[in-house]
């Protein structure tokens, strides 16, 4: 039996989550609803997105969609500017969006490089910058960036991803110093291979799911409502005093 935490400050919170239509990212917004938090979620997956919309708000909770290429940084802007308008200032922010497309090193072109990034990396950066103010006139708020251990483990055909997902520790680290003045918590997520829907589809195998077994200290799937929980934790004020850290979420893999 699943275990779900209850955060009671997070009632009413207004909460704005990037790559929200499936994924980690549609786990992370499911429970912050779960909470009583009032979620906007941002991705470019316009019919997963609707959909998922649609199934929260049937149940009362007030939830919003908002169809957006993260790579748009103005488009970004005026979409976080929207969902503000529904929700009221944003209190939690969670910048989830990634995309581990696998590429060759020999293939890689400059193109292709700064694309990756304005994927995995650079939407960080301005969606943080669009939710800093109204969190300090709140008095305060948090901030979750979700990395990946792919770096860590030095993943030889996804170079680009893993090198933005790195350079996500240090800007975290950088922005908690930054923001944290103003009682915003800045943190970083870092989960292991976690068993979304995609990553069932595009890269699983009996013999890559034993090799990760083997190599995890707890047995069993890392799944996407792992990921979610301690996000939730990292969005409470219960971690009042948790700025610029990385909790990794991997089942102890070596």
Same mark, same amino acid.
Not at 13 to 26: E, H, N, Q, S
Not at 117 to 130: C, G, I, K, S
Not at 199 to 218: F, I, V
């Given at each position: 039996m699943r275990v779900e935490a209850s955060y009671p400050d997070l009632s009413?919170?207004?909460?704005?989550?990037?790559?929200?239509?499936?994924?980690?990212?549609?786990?992370?917004?499911?429970?912050?609803?779960?909470q009583g938090a009032r979620v906007a979620f941002l991705d470019r997956d316009a019919e997963r997105g609707e959909q998922l919309a649609t199934a929260l708000a049937a149940?009362?909770?007030?939830?919003?969609?908002?169809?957006?290429?993260?790579?748009d940084i103005p488009a970004t802007r005026a979409a976080i500017a929207a969902a503000c308008a529904?929700?009221?200032?944003?209190?939690i922010g969670v910048n989830n969006a990634g995309h581990d497309e696998r590429h060759d090193f020999e293939a890689v072109t400059p193109e292709?490089?700064?694309d990756r990034?304005?994927?995995?990396?650079?939407?960080?950066?301005?969606?943080?910058?669009?939710l800093a103010p109204d969190m300090r006139r709140l008095g305060g708020g948090a901030l979750i960036n979700?990395?990946?251990?792919?770096? &860590?483990?030095?993943?030889?055909?996804?170079?680009?991803? @893993?090198?933005? %997902?790195? #350079?996500?520790i240090g800007f975290t680290r950088s922005l908690a110093r930054a923001l944290g003045p103003d009682g915003i918590r800045v943190n970083c997520v870092t989960p292991?291979?976690? &068993?979304?829907?995609?990553?069932?589809?595009?890269?699983? @195998?009996?013999? %890559?799911? #034993?090799?990760?077994?083997?190599?995890?200290?707890?047995?069993?799937?890392i799944l996407p409502e792992d990921i979610a929980q301690m996000v939730l934790f990292l969005c409470s004020d219960v971690s009042r005093m948790c700025a610029g850290q990385n909790f990794i979420v991997d089942a102890g893999t070596v």
């Open positions: 009413g919170k207004a909460a704005l989550v990037t790559g929200g239509a499936d994924g980690i990212g549609r786990a992370i917004v499911e429970a912050l609803v779960r149940t009362g909770s007030s939830v919003s969609f908002h169809a957006v290429d993260l790579r529904i929700h009221g200032p944003f209190a292709y490089w700064d990034l304005a994927v995995n990396l650079r939407p960080m950066m301005f969606v943080a910058q669009a979700l990395s990946s251990t792919s770096w &860590m483990k030095g993943s030889p055909h996804m170079i680009a991803y @893993t090198t933005a %997902k790195s #350079a996500v292991g291979w976690v &068993m979304t829907e995609r990553q069932r589809s595009n890269w699983w @195998t009996p013999e %890559k799911g #034993a090799a990760n077994q083997a190599a995890q200290a707890l047995k069993g799937e």
